[in-house]
């Protein structure tokens, strides 16, 4: 195995790609600058030859971060007339659905990778399509290849879920007949709960303080979301017990009861604990796969794309009609401190060089821990309400790894076709050391103790094998998203270069197993343990939901129970992104709901424009 530096580019690495022109990259330690992508391209145009006037205006807006929930905050808020400024502290915007060109010719989806949760209001009242958002709809959902002695089997098999009811049926049958009746059975249930739950997360929660102890008419502006909440028990009705178990019991417990099949119950398990540090055995983590099931493509219910040119063309999209309305977007101006009035309002922003910035409200896009402990004056919060933010879990088991390939990925359990062309299972999602629960729970284990197991679970895409516009011409890019790995390691172990290539070795040992010539195929690569999510993107822990979505910590629990509503502690102070409700994914729910109440918190000030 070629070791290859976690972000590096050698002159024998980049003989072996098949470019098509190569991009200008500016190469430094653990960074790389890009000058061509279009989600820096437009940005730059943006802020244009006028940076100096931009940043000495005053606004009604200011908005801290330009990922893309703060990006929509931003287009919801200058398309209701208010003078809005996002302020971005990397050199690209996105956030966690951003597009990267680490290696020349090959575009990465470095963090996101897969699109199904973005809101059907968004992408209409946007306009996403007309400004620029283009998917390709992926005809398969799920697909496990299988090593036989693993799995019992005399030979290498598979299970591909797919949109095909026929064919779905067939690939449970092979392993259970009564499994594959259950299956859409048990799959009607689920999206008819995630169906019900929808309409919560167009909404600010439910404000228990102001329920509490709240005026009458704080109590009557919570009569929607009441009325909402109500609505959606309603609909999930006699399916209410199933609701109960998925938020309360192990996804094992119910998995078991309604399947025999080990790999349909380990890739229906995966659902419940993507990105969350739980294990199948783990109560209560049954919320993250009603989470999976709520979103739609295009008017078509429960489907997943890849964004034509990567997660940041959805991100760039929403950047598009933000800047249509009026709205500027700024690139590399971190925010050092969030400004107060004499009345301890929110009242601008103060950036690292110094410059102030005034407006009338703010909006974090950050996390809250970053917001509330980092950005905002100690004195101006609570003490309560700090030992709560504090107390905010941000556990993150996930290491990334984005691969640059000179071919396409041959499965032994399903070999390539003679022309090339990828089949439906290489644009799934590719489930590894998946043939059953307990494997899964083997890789969790160890993480708990700060260590890492030998057979991590490893989630693959390769979203070339739809958008020829990410690879060079016979070239393929692939994300893997693996689990579990610590932040912390044992034994005081760092995650430093050497340690950052071990594991990756590790993985692609794995990978190899079910794909021969998958190592010899790579290119390049990019890897992302917890500490380089949380340095690079703000990811704090490297949690890819901005807090783990645990009972504790959704709907009125998010951030935590006396800030649910976007509102903080601060007037004029909110939170825009993925640690307020709904949580994380990239639906862009908490931007347009934040920015919608904030909008009515002005007006009712008196200070609209």
Same mark, same amino acid.
């Given at each position: 195995?070629?070791? &290859?530096?976690?972000?590096?580019?050698?002159?024998?690495?980049?003989?072996?790609?098949?470019?098509?022109?190569?991009?200008?990259?500016?190469?430094?330690?653990?960074?790389?600058?890009?000058?061509?992508?279009?989600?820096?391209?437009?940005?730059?145009?943006?802020?244009?030859?006028?940076?100096?006037?931009?940043?000495?205006?005053?606004?009604?807006?200011?908005?801290?971060?330009?990922?893309?929930?703060?990006?929509?905050?931003?287009?919801?808020?200058?398309?209701?007339?208010?003078?809005?400024?996002?302020?971005?502290?990397?050199?690209?915007?996105?956030?966690?659905?951003?597009?990267?060109?680490?290696?020349?010719?090959?575009?990465?989806?470095?963090?996101?990778?897969?699109?199904?949760?973005?809101?059907?209001?968004?992408?209409?009242?946007?306009? &996403?399509?007309?400004?620029?958002?283009?998917?390709?709809?992926?005809?398969?959902?799920?697909?496990?290849?299988?090593?036989?002695?693993?799995?019992?089997?005399?030979?290498?098999?598979?299970?591909?879920?797919?949109?095909?009811?026929?064919?779905?049926?067939?690939?449970?049958?092979?392993?259970?007949?009564?499994?594959?009746?259950?299956?859409?059975?048990?799959?009607?249930?689920?999206?008819?709960?995630?169906?019900?739950?929808?309409?919560?997360?167009?909404?600010?929660?439910?404000?228990?303080?102001?329920?509490?102890?709240?005026?009458?008419?704080?109590? #009557?502006?919570?009569?929607?979301?009441?009325?909402?909440?109500?609505?959606?028990?309603?609909?999930?009705?006699?399916?209410?017990? #199933?609701?109960?178990?998925?938020?309360?019991?192990?996804?094992?417990?119910?998995?078991?009861?309604?399947?025999?099949?080990?790999?349909?119950?380990?890739?229906?398990?995966? *659902?419940?604990?993507?990105?969350? =540090?739980?294990?199948?055995?783990?109560?209560?983590?049954?919320?993250?796969?009603?989470?999976?099931?709520?979103?739609?493509?295009?008017?078509?219910?429960?489907?997943?794309?890849?964004?034509?040119?990567?997660?940041?063309?959805?991100?760039?999209?929403?950047?598009?009609?933000?800047?249509?309305?009026?709205?500027?977007?700024?690139?590399?101006?971190?925010?050092? $401190?969030?400004?107060?009035?004499?009345?301890?309002?929110?009242?601008?922003?103060?950036?690292?060089?110094?410059?102030?910035?005034?407006?009338?409200?703010?909006?974090?896009?950050?996390?809250?821990?970053?917001?509330?402990?980092?950005?905002?004056?100690?004195?101006?919060?609570?003490?309560?309400?700090?030992? *709560?933010?504090?107390?905010?879990?941000?556990?993150?088991?996930? $290491?990334?790894?984005? !691969?640059?390939?000179?071919?396409?990925?041959?499965?032994?359990?399903?070999?390539?076709?003679?022309?090339?062309?990828?089949?439906?299972?290489?644009?799934?999602?590719?489930?590894?050391?998946?043939?059953?629960?307990?494997?899964?729970?083997?890789?969790?284990?160890?993480?708990?103790?700060?260590?890492?197991?030998?057979?991590? #679970?490893?989630? =693959?895409?390769?979203?070339?094998?739809?958008?020829?516009?990410?690879?060079?011409?016979?070239?393929?890019?692939?994300?893997?998203?693996?689990?579990?790995?610590?932040?912390?390691?044992?034994?005081?172990?760092?995650?430093?270069?050497?340690? =950052?290539?071990?594991?990756? *070795? #590790?993985?692609?040992?794995?990978?190899?197993?079910?794909?021969?010539?998958?190592?010899?195929?790579?290119?390049?690569?990019?890897?992302?343990?917890?500490?380089?999510?949380?340095?690079?993107?703000?990811?704090?822990?490297?949690?890819?939901?901005?807090?783990?979505?645990?009972?504790?910590?959704?709907?009125?629990?998010?951030?935590?129970?006396?800030?649910?509503?976007?509102?903080?502690? !601060?007037?004029?102070?909110?939170?825009?992104?993925?640690?307020?409700?709904?949580?994380?994914?990239?639906?862009?729910?908490?931007?347009?709901?934040?920015?919608?109440?904030?909008?009515? *918190?002005?007006?009712?000030?008196?200070?609209?424009?």
């Amino acid at each position: 195995m070629l070791r &290859l530096p976690v972000i590096t580019l050698r002159e024998t690495l980049l003989q072996k790609v098949c470019f098509r022109k190569p991009s200008v990259i500016d190469c430094s330690v653990n960074q790389v600058t890009l000058r061509n992508l279009s989600t820096s391209q437009a940005v730059h145009r943006a802020a244009g030859g006028c940076q100096e006037d931009a940043l000495t205006q005053e606004y009604d807006a200011i908005i801290i971060g330009a990922g893309h929930n703060g990006l929509t905050a931003s287009a919801y808020l200058q398309k209701a007339g208010l003078k809005t400024l996002v302020l971005e502290r990397r050199h690209v915007i996105g956030g966690a659905a951003v597009t990267e060109e680490i290696v020349p010719g090959f575009k990465f989806s470095r963090c996101s990778y897969v699109l199904s949760l973005l809101r059907p209001e968004i992408y209409e009242e946007l306009e &996403l399509k007309k400004h620029g958002l283009r998917v390709h709809v992926r005809p398969a959902g799920a697909y496990a290849p299988l090593l036989g002695e693993s799995a019992g089997l005399s030979r290498p098999t598979s299970l591909l879920l797919s949109s095909n009811a026929k064919n779905t049926y067939d690939q449970i049958a092979q392993f259970s007949e009564k499994d594959a009746k259950e299956y859409f059975v048990y799959s009607e249930i689920i999206e008819g709960i995630g169906a019900a739950i929808g309409p919560l997360l167009d909404s600010p929660p439910v404000d228990l303080s102001s329920l509490g102890d709240g005026s009458f008419k704080d109590r #009557m502006e919570m009569w929607p979301a009441i009325k909402t909440l109500l609505k959606t028990g309603s609909q999930i009705g006699k399916n209410l017990p #199933m609701f109960y178990e998925l938020l309360t019991a192990p996804v094992a417990k119910i998995l078991d009861r309604w399947f025999e099949s080990e790999p349909l119950k380990a890739i229906l398990a995966t *659902d419940c604990i993507t990105g969350a =540090m739980v294990s199948p055995q783990t109560p209560g983590a049954g919320y993250v796969l009603l989470h999976h099931v709520m979103g739609e493509i295009e008017g078509v219910k429960h489907a997943w794309a890849f964004p034509e040119g990567g997660m940041g063309g959805v991100s760039q999209s929403i950047a598009n009609a933000a800047q249509s309305y009026g709205a500027t977007i700024m690139t590399e101006k971190p925010v050092d $401190t969030i400004m107060l009035d004499s009345d301890q309002k929110a009242c601008g922003v103060v950036l690292e060089d110094g410059t102030e910035i005034r407006s009338k409200m703010v909006l974090s896009n950050a996390t809250a821990r970053i917001t509330y402990l980092n950005l905002t004056p100690q004195e101006a919060l609570p003490k309560e309400f700090i030992q *709560d933010v504090q107390a905010i879990d941000y556990t993150s088991p996930v $290491t990334k790894i984005n !691969v640059a390939l000179d071919r396409l990925p041959n499965f032994k359990a399903d070999p390539n076709l003679a022309s090339g062309v990828p089949g439906a299972h290489h644009t799934s999602t590719i489930h590894l050391n998946c043939e059953s629960m307990d494997r899964i729970t083997a890789s969790y284990e160890p993480c708990t103790r700060g260590e890492i197991y030998h057979r991590p #679970m490893i989630e =693959m895409c390769i979203p070339s094998s739809l958008d020829r516009t990410i690879a060079p011409e016979g070239c393929h890019v692939a994300t893997l998203f693996t689990q579990y790995t610590p932040y912390h390691l044992a034994n005081g172990e760092k995650w430093d270069e050497r340690k =950052m290539n071990e594991y990756a *070795d #590790m993985v692609f040992d794995n990978i190899e197993d079910y794909c021969p010539g998958f190592k010899s195929s790579v290119v390049g690569r990019d890897i992302l343990p917890p500490p380089e999510l949380e340095r690079i993107f703000g990811l704090t822990g490297g949690n890819i939901f901005h807090g783990a979505m645990s009972l504790d910590q959704i709907y009125f629990g998010r951030p935590v129970t006396s800030a649910a509503s976007y509102r903080s502690p !601060v007037e004029g102070l909110y939170l825009c992104g993925s640690g307020a409700h709904p949580g994380g994914g990239v639906m862009g729910a908490p931007g347009r709901n934040a920015a919608r109440l904030a909008s009515k *918190d002005l007006e009712k000030r008196g200070k609209r424009r």
